[in-house]
């Protein structure tokens, strides 16, 4: 199989503009005659579903949740990049490229992320125009605030709530669809498999999660918009429900999979606090901002304060180490998360972590609202404070904040193409649910900007290429195709119901987490990752001989879902843990012990691994098989990142 | 490291939850013992707990809906003790700690109640009709492109930022839960007001407040009498302001109708 990235010909500010003329285009009375399936309701999923009806084509959106709104980027805090350089700092398109390349770790695609930061400025017009409610300065414009691993201010917020806002206004823009009749809405409805005729994506199959009732849609192309797979590792940051299945069984479809062990540690969440523990919560980064990153600056002082013979306020302005503020001068607070992350980790393996378990840091606000007012400082985090106070019982404008890394997002996802199509003819893979554009790392606020800028500026002109050149004939859902999926579906759910096991599907992820957190998280090695994959296929095993699903398929039945989950966590964790491991360099959130520098930043390996890794679904239990897509840099120089 | 408090003692508490099979059946308070609680537990995660206890004895858990528990989905409901996401104010079901009961106690868990919300099973309640509403016209009648620039119109921060604290409503339907009527108008007026105070919704603001009014009737809520207790149970703290807008917005509305 050779990968095609189709990108267009050109100087790399001309690419997409060429690229849109390219195209092919639907004439508009044939836009009706198309019908497209939009998986998840997120930025990516709800934003292009709108766009697509505003068209005129006929889309069914599915949902998970009880309502489109509930998607899991209601939840993000920060903000969303966009280079219109309102502050006239010095910001660019360029430059936003730029960082995002250099924030990845040199391992995204180019000619993807100049589109990126091209289309971010349209993406905070069309927000505007919906009624999203920035934040704004007194002469009435919108406010910017800076992001980790960028010197300029480009990111536009609604106070900690812009993930809210911004879902907000593309689930009003996908409800005026539904009002028109545009879109048809399948809430509480989780994707099961992905039917391919000819070699085609042409439907899905699903099950209607209130009566069981096992369906299949049909359609000419089939949009996954489903977000990523954090939740591998039981605890992280994301919603407990957003899972990989619809990613994953497109997978075993044939869908690759790229760069599966690119995932990003937060540095800035709550930390754990007991087993029952059921997610993690972040604390956004741009209260990073303001607040300084310190530890003791000795074991000692560290272990006392651990004993509780003394507070953290008995610590001494000398005794503490702002080692983010000495390692990173230029920086400082604001390196990447992957940085940021990584050195926590090394303060807390040293022993001078904070916290009875010695596994958090301080984020201290004292310097801040001692120069700002403290009424300043609520004002711009209040809510995230408030959302501390409630989980932790302490005051964060009294005490410093305690924070440690967690499982955040997935840089690794869906292959796709220039197009976000991937390589089934007919699939695309947006938002978060693709690998396309943050490379080894994420920066932060970015997020945002690309399932925005999928769903409402990329994906509308590049679907109507694939449709153009797709007949109208419908494909009936008693096709063969569709009833051997159905069949599939039904007989891994009767599977999952018979066993009858000791274990809960909670045990089983759980045990998973704690493999994939211990040996392909912050820091891997080749040893740990081969124990892994051992580890993780006995588990797998274990779970098909003793995992306890109770009820019937034929009812809202909350084990039955989460099985099938976790059932298909079990498969795509070990592909992360053969993907770490064939990756021998560290690169953004991939850290291989092995391959650092003697200051133990990331050590790349640009000669044997500026390429893209994605694998091709053999069989359960079968060695994957990789397909590398090399990565050319022709606008910016592979240098090492430092944030110094 | 139990969090903030580690000396604090797990609790022993008595739950009287609502079981019901699904919308046809009829359901009933069924009483469970449940020990070894911690403090530093969130609500839902106590209920993971009974979970687990329940699947281990091959008994059907039960069913509540949750997805972010970080107290912005609006997804998680659960009326706890006879108030909408518990006893502490502006706080989710998700967010709310249970350092906030106290060893021995009993805690009834109940669904949502209202006409507008029937039962899907056991504290799963139906809430298509809050989506039904916003597609009435909780909308700024924009397509994708063709927009202006975002600075084009200026907007004072103190409209945006009211604009902003109406926005933020989670739709999780508490404010129909804990009114007596169950009636929906805080969650519409939030949006209206939202979109009546920006200059981008102002084009519209009549014919939105009209339809999202006659859907709210449509699916049964109930009228609003002023109790205001649907603002003082929100947990996002929504406020009544937001009612008063609506009427005088339904009011004009009415009274230069532009709705054929």
């Given amino acids: 199989m050779i990968l095609d990235s189709k990108l267009p010909e050109g100087p790399l500010a001309e690419k997409w503009d060429k690229h849109k003329f390219d195209v092919k285009l639907v004439n508009p009375a044939n836009k009706r005659k198309y019908d497209i399936i939009v998986v998840g309701t997120g930025l990516a999923g709800a934003s292009a579903a709108a766009s697509f009806g505003e068209l005129g084509y006929n889309v069914k959106a599915f949902c998970f949740q009880d309502s489109p709104r509930r998607a899991h980027s209601i ?83 609604a106070r900690g709530q812009t993930g809210q806002q911004l879902l907000l206004g593309a689930y009003s823009a996908l409800n005026r669809q539904i009002a028109y009749g545009k879109v048809k809405m399948y809430p509480r409805t989780e994707m099961l498999d992905l039917v391919l005729v000819d070699g085609k994506a042409r439907g899905i199959v699903v099950r209607n999660l209130i009566t069981g009732k096992i369906e299949s849609h049909s359609a000419h192309a089939v949009v996954l918009a489903t977000g990523g797979y954090g939740n591998v590792f039981y605890l992280s940051t994301n919603a407990m429900g957003s899972n990989a299945t619809a990613a994953w069984r497109a997978h075993k479809k044939g869908a690759l999979f790229a760069n599966p062990c690119f995932t990003q540690i937060h540095p800035t969440c709550i930390p754990v606090s007991g087993d029952y523990q059921s997610k993690l919560t972040l604390m956004s980064e741009s209260l990073r901002n303001d607040g300084r990153v310190w530890v003791p600056k000795t074991v000692e002082i560290a272990e006392r304060l651990r004993r509780g013979e003394i507070t953290v306020n008995d610590i001494a302005e000398a005794d503490r180490d702002y080692y983010l503020e000495r390692k990173y001068p230029a920086f400082g607070n604001l390196v990447p998360r992957d940085v940021a992350s990584r050195n926590a980790k090394l303060v807390c393996d040293e022993g001078r972590g904070v916290g009875a378990s010695g596994l958090a840091v301080y984020l201290d606000f004292a310097d801040a609202i001692k120069r700002d007012g403290q009424a300043a400082i609520a004002a711009k985090y209040g809510n995230l404070f408030e959302m501390y106070a409630k989980i932790t019982d302490e005051n964060p404008y009294e005490r410093p904040m305690r924070i440690y890394p967690a499982v955040h997002y997935t840089m690794g996802g869906l292959w796709v193409d220039y197009n976000l199509m991937t390589n089934v003819p007919g699939l695309y893979a947006a938002g978060e649910a693709n690998f396309s554009d943050h490379g080894a790392n994420r920066l932060g606020a970015s997020a945002l900007m690309q399932g925005l800028a999928d769903g409402y500026f990329v994906l509308p002109y590049t679907i109507g290429d694939y449709l153009a050149k797709t007949p109208y004939d419908k494909v009936p859902v008693d096709h063969p195709a569709f009833k051997e999926a159905e069949q599939n579906v039904i007989s891994v759910n009767n599977k999952l119901l018979s066993i009858n096991g000791n274990r809960t599907v ?47 398929n034929e009812e809202l039945n909350i084990t039955l879902e989460k099985a099938n989950r976790v059932a298909d966590f079990l498969e795509l964790g070990e592909l992360m843990v053969d993907d770490a491991l064939n990756r021998n360099e560290s690169c953004g959130g991939h850290f291989r012990e092995e391959y650092q520098t003697p200051e133990n930043e990331a050590l790349r390996d640009d000669e044997n691994y500026a390429y893209v890794a994605a694998w091709e679904f053999t069989g359960v239990g079968n060695e994957p098989r990789l397909h590398k897509e090399d990565l050319k840099f022709e606008n910016v120089k592979l240098t090492q990142r430092s944030y110094k | 490291m139990a969090g903030s408090n580690p000396n604090a003692k797990p609790m022993d508490l008595t739950l009287k939850v609502w079981r019901q099979k699904d919308k046809n059946a009829t359901g009933q308070m069924v009483t469970y013992p449940i020990k070894g609680i911690s403090p530093d537990m969130s609500f839902l995660e106590m209920l993971d707990v009974l979970n687990e206890d329940l699947l281990r004895k091959g008994e059907d858990p039960v069913a509540f809906d949750h997805d972010c528990r970080e107290g912005i989905c609006g997804m998680c409901s659960l009326f706890i003790n006879g108030r909408p996401h518990g006893p502490e104010r502006g706080t989710t079901t998700c967010q709310l700690h249970m350092r906030h009961f106290k060893d021995g106690d009993t805690i009834t868990i109940e669904p949502w109640r209202a006409a507008a919300f029937p039962v899907h099973k056991d504290l799963v309640v139906d809430r298509s009709a809050f989506d039904r509403i916003q597609q009435a016209g909780g909308y700024v009648s924009v397509n994708t492109g063709g927009v202006p620039d975002a600075n084009a119109i200026p907007i004072p921060k103190s409209i945006a930022d009211k604009a902003f604290d109406a926005a933020t409503c989670i739709g999780c339907g508490a404010c129909v839960a804990a009114c007596k009527n169950a009636s929906a108008m805080l969650f519409v007026s939030a949006k209206v007001s939202q979109l ?65």
Wanted: some cysteine; aromatic content about 10%.
């Fill in chain 1, 75 to 157: 939840a993000a805090q920060g903000g969303i990049n966009a280079a219109k350089n309102y502050q006239n700092d010095g910001d660019s398109v360029f430059r936003l490229f730029y960082d995002t390349i250099k924030g990845g770790d040199y391992r995204a695609r180019e000619a993807n992320v100049y589109r990126l930061a091209q289309v971010s400025v349209n993406i905070i017009d069309q927000c505007v125009a919906q009624g999203v409610p920035f934040a704004r300065e007194y002469g009435g414009l919108l406010a910017n605030r800076s992001f980790g691993g960028a010197q300029v201010s480009r990111t536009f917020y």
């Fill in chain 1, 506 to 552: 909670d045990d089983f992820h759980k045990a998973l987490g704690q493999i994939m957190w211990e040996y392909c998280g912050m820091a891997r090695n080749a040893e740990g990752l081969q124990f892994a994959k051992q580890e993780i296929r006995k588990l797998r095993d274990e779970f098909w001989r003793d995992v306890k699903v109770v009820g019937v």
């Fill in chain 2, 196 to 260: 009546a105070m920006l200059p981008q919704g102002k084009t519209e603001r009549k014919t939105r407040v009209e339809n999202m009014v006659a859907q709210m009737d449509i699916e049964g809520f109930g009228a609003c009498t002023n109790t205001g207790a649907c603002a003082a149970e929100c947990p996002v703290g929504i406020s009544l302001e937001n009612i008063n807008m609506l009427r005088s917005e339904f009011i004009y509305a009415k009274a230069t109708s532009e709705n054929m």
